[in-house]
């Protein structure tokens, strides 16, 4: 891939999959869709990775926000 995608992008992307995967455990961590407890602990884990891969994208973003007003 010869296009780098901006670190605030990823992060975005990364919120809309954030979005899909709580939805996913609120429909079917519980209740009567309630799936699998492997399966409910394996989302929840993407959950968490994901929440870490965002914070991360965006403390990269401010940081080349913050290099890039240093050298003007």
């Known amino acids: 891939m010869s296009d780098r995608i901006p670190s605030l992008t990823m992060a975005d ?3 809309l ?3 899909a995967k709580t939805a996913w455990l609120a ?6 869709k309630k799936r699998p407890d492997f399966e409910i602990d394996l989302k929840r884990r993407e959950l968490a990775v994901l929440k870490q891969a965002a914070f991360e994208y965006r403390a990269s973003a401010e940081k080349l926000r913050q290099m890039q007003e240093a050298a003007e």
């Open 13 to 15: 992307e990364i919120d």
């Open 17 to 19: 999959m954030i979005y």
């Open 27 to 32: 429909d079917f961590g519980q209740g009567p």
